[in-house]
């Protein structure tokens, strides 16, 4: 099995007919110049000891070593064998709460970004766990399945904001139930849920969304962003510059306030643990240390393919035909002039 592993290197393959007409361009206009200050006639007198191919010896030989040079690059990998690779580990559903309220800064920058970069230092710990992401304010929606493709996950994960879900409200009942029934029960992996919300507007019957999801065998953590006493909910314009803030209908700011109540509950009836955030410590990272304790089952296998560097295939040629271009003189050999002298040929190499 052969592959390049940079292969976007190989655009500037590209460039080669660029150089070769750019080439034939500079040589037209050479032998128009050189036309015009001596005829065709007196070449052979004035010019004789130019060659009139060695130009394109050269070049030829220099688009080949660039060529090659690319393919270098581009590093072309030889798979030797394939093995087949358990996959041992955890299945992990966050469920990131992208309401309007999760745009209050009492946590920097804001609730939402905060939950967010949290996610992005676990995906980067992650060896062989299965993550996912649902998203939720007033409905639920699995925004990336379990998947062992952690940089896919990062992509999705940077495209969630809060207009992700277009429902206003809060609804962790209807997250922790779509978790629940989006996991693999085939394998028999731990399986965990991790709630970040505010905890505010919660819909929907909480506890019996956590009394299923346990029956099932599902561990739930929680961690509640936010601070009691409550904040104004900024809102912004299409530049994303603050434009104020979000009032109720008699004109006064409404403030977001964490509701550590009902994410106790969830973590205490889940066999999981609460944790509230805050500006200096990584929440998601103490669970995962927590969860690290637990034995990782396995979940299926991969066939996995071992490959090895074949660059250097490319590299010496295209280093031996630089330097065999770097001696090749742009003058008439003797040598071979002598040679057609004497074979009584006429020698123009």
């Given at each position: ?9 190989l ?7 660029v ?17 015009k ?71 920097k ?8 970069n949290e ?6 710990k992650?060896?062989g ?6 998203v ?26 809060t ?96 509701d550590?109540?009902?994410?106790k509950?969830?973590?205490?009836d ?32 991969q066939?996995?393919?071992?490959y ?7 590299l ?34």
């Amino acid at each position: 099995m052969f592959r390049f592993l940079h292969s976007e290197y190989l655009h500037a393959l590209y460039a080669i007919p660029v150089l070769i007409f750019l080439f034939w361009v500079y040589m037209r206009n050479q032998k128009r110049l050189l036309n015009k200050f001596a005829g065709q006639k007196l070449h052979s007198i004035v010019y004789a000891d130019r060659s009139p191919y060695k130009p394109y010896i050269k070049f030829v030989t220099m688009m080949a070593a660039f060529a090659l040079l690319i393919l270098a690059l581009a590093k072309p990998q030889m798979g030797t064998r394939v093995e087949e690779v358990k996959q041992k580990g955890i299945d992990v559903y966050i469920l990131l709460d992208v309401s309007s309220s999760m745009e209050a800064e009492d946590i920097k920058p804001n609730r939402l970004e905060k939950a967010k970069n949290e996610i992005s230092n676990l995906i980067r710990k992650l060896k062989g766990d299965r993550i996912g992401l649902v998203v939720f304010a007033g409905e639920a929606y699995v925004q990336i399945p379990l998947t062992t493709d952690y940089s896919a996950a990062n992509l999705f994960l940077a495209a969630t904001d809060t207009r992700s879900v277009p429902q206003a409200g809060t609804a962790i009942a209807s997250a922790i139930n779509l978790a629940a029934k989006s996991f693999d029960f085939n394998a028999t992996t731990k399986k965990v849920i991790v709630v970040i919300t505010d905890g505010e507007d919660h819909e929907g019957d909480v506890s019996s969304a956590v009394k299923d999801a346990v029956g099932k065998g599902i561990q739930l953590y929680a961690i509640g962003l936010g601070s009691p006493e409550g904040v104004p909910i900024p809102l912004y314009n299409e530049k994303h510059a603050q434009a104020g803030f979000k009032m109720d209908k008699d004109g006064k700011p409404v403030l977001t306030k964490l509701d550590e109540t009902v994410l106790k509950e969830i973590a205490l009836d889940g066999n999981g643990k609460f944790y509230r955030g805050s500006n200096y410590n990584d929440e998601l990272d103490m669970i995962y240390k927590d969860l690290s304790s637990i034995e990782k089952n396995e979940y299926g296998s991969q066939r996995v393919t071992n490959y090895e560097d074949k660059f250097y295939y490319f590299l010496f040629p295209a280093v031996f035909l630089l330097i065999i271009e770097f001696f090749i003189p742009e003058k008439k050999s003797r040598f071979l002039a002598k040679l057609a002298r004497k074979l009584n040929i006429n020698q123009s190499v």
